[in-house]
């Protein structure tokens, strides 16, 4: 109700690891809303890692330092070490405390995924990372065989961080599934 005040629709949804669990319920949820979906970084379990979980649900501020090593690919290590400490320290202090135990425990409890994505109806284009450890490109194919109408593009050397660490490839993808670009 909230998304239909803000426009007399229809929009395109996209979303981000859990955002892309968010944008996929909401289409499901909303069909005559909702005419493209773009899920990045997405699968159809989002299982998170023990120690990761202990770590947030903790408050400890290495819970930040984890998701960065593990969301980054290889490449992106590449960059200067102050362009991945800017972003740990940023990912910090955007949230508040709990709030990535929460998101964390989220992504790893939800189970309707793949239920979900077999109610879209509209075209689906699913943003892949092919170094993502975190949700592992893999994991989206029940999701890709369950929509009505899914595409897949991969990003090479890309991790889970895609907007950010493949951010240009990320827009450009998007442009042409919209036939903007």
């Known amino acids: 109700d909230e998304m239909r005040k803000l426009s007399s629709g229809p929009v395109t949804l996209a979303g981000h690891s859990l955002g892309s669990l968010i944008a996929l319920e909401t289409a499901a949820t909303n069909p005559d809303f909702v005419d493209h979906l773009v899920l990045i970084a997405t699968s159809a ?3 998170v890692h023990r120690d990761l979980l202990a770590t947030a649900r903790a408050n400890d501020p290495d819970a930040a330092a984890m998701v960065m090593k593990w969301s ?8 200067s070490k ?11 202090s955007a949230a508040e405390q709990g709030v990535l135990a929460s998101d964390l425990t989220a992504c790893s409890t939800y ?3 793949t ?25 989206a194919q029940p999701l890709a065989a ?15 961080m895609l907007p950010l660490e493949s951010a240009s490839a990320v827009n450009d ?3 042409l599934f919209l036939g903007t670009g």
């Open 173 to 175: 993808t998007i442009a």
């Open 45 to 47: 379990a989002m299982p």
């Open 72 to 79: 980054f690919s290889e490449p992106a290590f590449g960059r």
């Open 146 to 160: 369950a929509l009505a109408d899914a595409r897949i593009v991969m990003i090479e050397d890309g991790g889970h």
């Open 111 to 113: 189970t309707r995924a």
């Open 115 to 139: 239920e979900l994505a077999a109610r879209v109806t509209c075209p689906t284009l699913l943003i892949l990372g092919e170094r993502d450890i975190m949700t592992k490109p893999k994991a």
């Open 82 to 92: 102050g362009w991945l400490r800017d972003i740990e320290e940023s990912f910090l």
